[in-house]
């Protein structure tokens, strides 16, 4: 598989589900993969990362930036809040709002720092207890509380539990995001990413089948 290989099944699940060209995000996920493969992916042209942890980022993405312009960072794993403020300096958009207080720490940063990432909420779909998000009773409460700390929520974001069928839970997503307004979804990976699409995707999160097999450190 390639990056060449994976836009040509976004475009075709795009115009099987009637959906507009162009209208879902790819977010080639680099984490803990080594600098030459990223470096691959940058000279094919794709500008637009998922990086799962600050400290791995910090000591990726700065170089990166000042030799390719247009890069796009995007954080899409869990987030302490001691990490909070180094996460808004480097990321442009983060995946994984969870929990009151990580919302108010972001909250009081953007009033310091006078700018804040775009935020998308994560909701544990699966209810599972070793996994990040909100559960899915408490999404709508969650979600208007950081509406109304003025944090910038353009959408949510799940994990399917890897054992059920994934549209269900891309599903459930779904129908949360529409009866709050919200339009931004980010879901589907690398084993899922069509179905995510059909079920209205606007972001899919995709590492190995871009990149190939992580490579830990």
């Given at each position: 598989?390639?990056?060449?290989?994976?836009?040509?099944?976004?475009?075709?699940?795009?115009?099987?589900?009637?959906r507009?060209?162009?209208s879902?995000?790819?977010?080639?996920?680099?984490?803990?993969?080594?600098n030459?493969?990223?470096?691959?992916?940058?000279?094919?042209g794709?500008?637009?990362?998922?990086?799962?942890?600050?400290?791995?980022?910090?000591?990726?993405?700065?170089?990166f930036?000042?030799?390719?312009?247009?890069i796009?960072?995007?954080?899409?794993?869990?987030?302490?809040?001691?990490?909070?403020?180094?996460?808004?300096?480097?990321?442009?958009?983060?995946?994984?709002?969870?929990?009151?207080k990580?919302?108010?720490?972001?909250?009081r940063?953007?009033?310091?720092?006078?700018?804040?990432?775009?935020?998308?909420?994560?909701?544990?779909?699966?209810?599972?207890?070793?996994?990040?998000?909100?559960?899915?009773?408490?999404?709508?409460?969650?979600?208007?509380?950081?509406?109304?700390?003025?944090?910038?929520?353009?959408?949510?974001?799940?994990?399917?539990?890897?054992?059920?069928?994934?549209?269900?839970?891309?599903?459930?997503?779904?129908?949360?995001?529409?009866?709050?307004?919200?339009?931004?979804?980010?879901?589907?990976?690398?084993?899922?990413?069509?179905?995510?699409?059909?079920?209205?995707?606007?972001?899919?999160r995709?590492?190995?089948?871009?990149f190939?097999?992580?490579?830990p450190?």
């Amino acid at each position: 598989m390639s990056l060449h290989d994976i836009k040509i099944r976004i475009a075709k699940a795009e115009e099987n589900a009637g959906r507009a060209p162009g209208s879902v995000k790819l977010i080639a996920v680099s984490k803990v993969q080594p600098n030459a493969r990223v470096q691959a992916v940058l000279d094919e042209g794709h500008r637009c990362f998922g990086e799962n942890r600050v400290q791995e980022a910090e000591g990726k993405w700065p170089d990166f930036k000042k030799s390719y312009s247009g890069i796009e960072l995007h954080l899409i794993g869990p987030l302490q809040s001691n990490k909070a403020r180094a996460a808004m300096e480097l990321f442009d958009v983060i995946h994984t709002l969870d929990r009151p207080k990580l919302a108010t720490t972001f909250a009081r940063l953007a009033q310091e720092m006078g700018h804040c990432p775009d935020m998308f909420i994560q909701v544990n779909t699966g209810e599972e207890d070793q996994k990040a998000g909100v559960m899915p009773a408490d999404a709508d409460a969650f979600i208007k509380e950081c509406q109304g700390l003025d944090l910038p929520v353009r959408g949510l974001m799940c994990i399917p539990p890897v054992d059920e069928e994934a549209a269900l839970h891309f599903a459930l997503l779904a129908k949360i995001a529409t009866r709050n307004g919200l339009d931004g979804l980010s879901m589907g990976m690398s084993s899922d990413f069509e179905k995510a699409i059909a079920l209205g995707a606007t972001h899919i999160r995709v590492g190995s089948a871009i990149f190939g097999e992580r490579i830990p450190a």
